[in-house]
């Protein structure tokens, strides 16, 4: 069965660095035929669109608010795509959620919190 579990989130001082891994497992093929992407949401507010990292190789952050700030990159060997999230500042603060997309389906981990404040 496939799956896909987010680690790496907790508490940030503003300013500082986290690190999210999504583990992809039960996928044929494995996360190489996997476009994957990192959403997140805020209490009282839509999900969004953060980064997708293309089956191609191809990388894409969304959001203006973190261009510069935010990047998403994959590990084929270990089915692992990571959030690299540096110069947090407390409105990155949502649930973090990890989606893979393979065919005409999409998946979703069961998102993990962040949390930025001092």
């Known amino acids: 069965q496939e799956q896909l579990v987010e680690s790496g989130g907790g508490l940030a001082q503003p300013g500082g660095s986290l690190r999210l891994s999504c583990t992809a497992s039960?996928?044929?093929?494995?996360?190489?035929?996997?476009?994957m992407s990192w959403y997140r949401q805020a209490p009282g507010l839509k999900r969004e669109l953060v980064a997708t990292h293309t089956k191609f190789g191809h990388a894409v952050n969304y959001p203006r608010s973190v261009q510069g700030r935010f990047t998403i990159s994959r590990d084929n060997a270990n089915n692992t795509v990571y959030l690299q999230m540096n110069n947090l500042k407390p409105e990155d603060t949502a649930v973090y959620f990890c989606?893979?997309?393979?065919?005409?389906?999409?998946?979703w981990g069961q998102g993990i919190q962040v949390t930025v404040s001092s």
């Open positions: 039960g996928f044929t093929g494995g996360i190489s035929v996997l476009t």
């Open positions: 989606n893979a997309i393979k065919d005409a389906s999409t998946y």
